[in-house]
């Protein structure tokens, strides 16, 4: 197939786009990535994009297009800006793209409006129209305090539910997402089709604890309003004065500084440390020393059913996972046995939790094998990539019978 995917962000920005698309190239699809420029992880545009440089280049087998988009920054004016920029010039440049394109894919994170190029490419080409959605829009509108009677949000409803039921299929990376598509966005059950996100395979080593030592419970990725890094910091104030239990955080984000302050005003320095932002490579080193990962996601409508991708990632690691979550990502680990979950946004049960761990350490010791085993049958590279092309392969097929 000849694939033009959609996605505002693209390597060298980390998302798992990166190794969608370098893995459907492996497999001797031809694609074509429109992406804007690389901004997300510093909110500044590097000097070698800058100019028109660098536009239009290889990366592993796959042609990235770049258009122009103003950079992130800070603050809400500036993102504003980044996301109209790039809404407004990759539709253009979409329209303008020459090669003769079997199917358009929108790797769909928020804002919605990312995926306008892709439909308009496929209304102008009469080809199918694939959405993989991460964020359900207008829900993810909440998370920034906007709500449902806000004018910003109706205008947005209204778009979504034009974007959502102009896809030919959509794909979710979380089962509840179907329900909420179906009920608030109109889009009939039949064109969704559930694809969990897929992780790279740490593959690491089980632990076994040394006496004496004290239990290494990590975090790592974004740390926003979302992420509810807040619900471990609670936790570790409910357990300080205890030298048995460490508590390392990797990540960046929109909340860093505020889960610092947090920490700092809760007397939980001792017990916590931000590493901030570290390559892949430094992280995965890192985490051989964890004994247990955490997860944490807020407790609001929708968005908390959202499974977060580190879920995953962290199953592939052989490690016991604690979690303050609901919705699907609960039900995957239930059905896994890779950890114990307690109610999202309960800081309390979360130390309750983690002192178990540390107390009765034996009767989690087949919880990271049980997770290492759910991710290889069901979140692996090739799981996710069988399913996708399977999905484009089909959606092909049809549009040709149909023509």
């Not at 610092?260 to 985490?287: C, P, Q």
Request: glycine share 6%; hydrophobic share 35%; charged share 25%.
């Amino acid at each position: 197939m000849n694939i033009l995917i959609v996605s505002q962000h693209f390597y060298p920005d980390n998302f798992r786009i990166n190794d969608i698309a370098k893995m459907l190239a492996v497999e001797g699809h031809r694609v074509t990535v429109l992406t804007s420029l690389p901004d997300y992880e510093t909110g500044r545009v590097p000097k070698d994009c800058k100019g028109r440089k660098n536009r239009k280049i290889e990366w592993n087998k796959v042609q990235v297009v770049r258009c122009f988009s103003v950079s992130r920054r800070s603050g809400v004016v500036f993102r504003a800006l980044n996301y109209v920029s790039f809404y407004l010039t990759s539709t253009g440049k979409a329209l303008t793209l020459k090669d003769d394109f079997d199917v358009v894919v929108c790797y769909q994170t928020s804002p919605v409006l990312m995926a306008n190029a892709a439909r308009e490419f496929a209304r102008k080409r009469n080809i199918p129209f694939f959405v993989y959605c991460l964020d359900l829009w207008p829900e993810s509108m909440k998370a920034w305090h906007v709500g449902e009677k806000n004018l910003l949000f109706k205008i947005m409803h209204k778009y979504s539910k034009g974007i959502y039921n102009s896809a030919d299929c959509i794909g979710v990376t979380s089962k509840p997402f179907i329900e909420y598509l179906n009920t608030v966005n109109g889009v009939s059950k039949n064109k969704i089709v559930y694809i969990p996100q897929h992780s790279a395979d740490m593959n690491i080593k089980p632990k076994k604890h040394l006496s004496g030592e004290p239990f290494v419970f990590t975090f790592a990725g974004n740390i926003g309003s979302v992420q509810n890094v807040e619900c471990i910091v609670e936790a570790a104030s409910l357990l300080s004065g205890r030298d048995d239990i460490k508590i390392e955080i990797y990540g960046d984000g929109s909340e860093f500084q505020n889960c610092k302050a947090l920490s700092k005003r809760l007397h939980t320095d001792n017990m916590i440390t931000f590493f901030g932002r570290v390559s892949k490579e430094e992280l995965w080193e890192r985490y051989e020393n964890a004994d247990a990962f955490l997860l944490t996601l807020k407790p609001q409508g929708a968005i908390g059913q959202t499974v977060p991708a580190k879920l995953q990632e962290y199953m592939s690691g052989n490690r016991p996972v604690i979690a303050s979550i609901g919705g699907a990502a609960e039900e995957i680990i239930n059905e896994s046995g890779c950890g114990i979950c307690v109610p999202a946004g309960d800081s309390a049960a979360l130390a309750k939790a983690m002192a178990d761990f540390v107390s009765d350490n034996e009767k989690y010791s087949d919880c990271g094998v049980s997770g290492r085993e759910f991710f290889e049958n069901n979140f692996t590279g090739k799981c996710f990539i069988d399913t996708l092309t399977q999905t484009l392969s089909s959606m092909v097929g049809s549009s040709e019978e149909n023509r």
